[in-house]
């Protein structure tokens, strides 16, 4: 089975600061890794996915994740955080197969200061 | 664009009460989820359907039941409302993208059992 350990339940940054959520997981096959956003009282919104290939992952907003297979990471990286990044994000792996269901961190809550 | 609809964004019931959430996806996908958010839990996956008439428990189906009479439409039932099931619920459908399984989530229903 696969899991998912996001290791900062709140992560509060400066404005234009840098940010980096870190997310690990455990699995004994290969996964799919994506990292969700969700704003206040909105859904999740796709930021970023991983599925094979370069291990730098560039997605929207500005956003990127580099994937370690060594240390089973995928850590989420913004150069400089806007007052708009406030939201709640979320790491999660599937299998390739397609068919599985994702399984989801437990978020890490970013709150920019400004 | 992909859409995920949930009935209701804000929804109060009562102790005892049976309670229906629905939820419609426009890609004609097979794949559908319900899950449950929690503060400090993350994302929760109730159940899951693969085509009509299929369903498949997740990690917390008790108290829950689903329903899945045409493709396009997902509903979750509480057939018996009780508080600790004040929480947010989450749709989600998934289409295939690039080859992979991409998953879409509706805005959420936020339940609040008296």
């Known amino acids: 089975a696969q899991s998912v350990t996001q290791l900062d339940s709140q992560v509060p940054v400066f404005e234009e600061a840098p940010v980096e959520l870190r997310c690990n997981y455990s699995?004994?096959?290969?996964?799919?890794l994506f990292w969700y956003v969700q704003y206040p009282n909105q859904g999740l919104q796709l930021l970023l996915k991983?599925?094979?290939?370069?291990?730098l992952v560039k997605g929207i907003n500005g956003f990127e994740a580099e994937f370690n297979k060594s240390q089973t990471s995928f850590h989420l990286r913004k150069p400089s955080v806007h007052i708009s990044d406030t939201a709640e994000y979320f790491c999660?792996?599937?299998?390739?197969?397609?068919?599985?269901?994702?399984?989801f961190g437990k978020g890490t809550r970013l709150s920019v200061i400004a | 664009d992909v859409k995920v609809t949930q009935s209701s964004r804000y929804l109060v019931k009562r102790t005892g009460e049976k309670v229906f959430l629905e939820c419609v996806q426009d890609m004609d996908h097979e794949n559908m989820f319900w899950y449950r958010q929690d503060p400090g839990l993350g994302l929760r996956l109730i159940y899951f359907s693969y085509d009509v008439k299929m369903k498949e428990k997740g990690d917390i189906p008790e108290g829950y039941s689903v329903s899945r009479e045409k493709k396009e439409r997902f509903s979750l039932i509480l057939e018996s409302a009780s508080t600790n099931q004040t929480s947010m619920y989450l749709c989600?459908?998934?289409?295939?993208?690039?080859?992979?399984?991409?998953?879409?989530f509706g805005p959420g229903t936020r339940l609040t059992v008296l």
């Open positions: 999660a792996v599937s299998l390739p197969s397609g068919n599985t269901p994702l399984v």
């Open positions: 991983y599925l094979s290939g370069s291990t």
């Open positions: 699995s004994s096959v290969s996964v799919y």
């Open positions: 989600a459908g998934t289409h295939r993208a690039g080859g992979v399984n991409e998953q879409f």
